[in-house]
């Protein structure tokens, strides 16, 4: 799938349900994944396919967001904490 048609999708699903409804959803979906995380730590509930598809939920979200809020100022804060990043890691 191209880039083009991956933000045309999701430009349909916040037209369809609402950038508020998506903003909520995006929400529900940090929530799944974050309980998916906490699982991993219990030895008898590993399931990292449930991990891998959470992640994909989120980062689905995540375009949507950015859709929803200004593409740019997250692309600057993004610079800003690599940077920092950066400092700590090197």
């Known amino acids: 799938m191209t880039s083009k048609e991956e933000k045309e999708i999701l430009q349909k699903a916040i037209n369809t349900f609402g950038a508020n409804q998506q903003i909520i959803k995006a929400m529900e979906e940090l929530g799944e994944l974050s309980t998916a995380?906490?699982?991993?730590?219990d030895k008898n509930k590993i399931d990292c396919n449930n991990i891998y598809e959470e992640i994909a939920d989120v980062e689905i979200m995540c375009s949507q967001l950015r859709l929803i809020f200004d593409n740019y100022v997250i692309?600057?804060?993004?610079?800003?904490?690599?940077?920092?990043?950066?400092?700590?890691?090197?």
């Open 37 to 41: 995380l906490a699982r991993y730590f």
């Open 75 to 90: 692309d600057h804060y993004k610079e800003m904490k690599l940077n920092r990043l950066k400092g700590v890691v090197w």
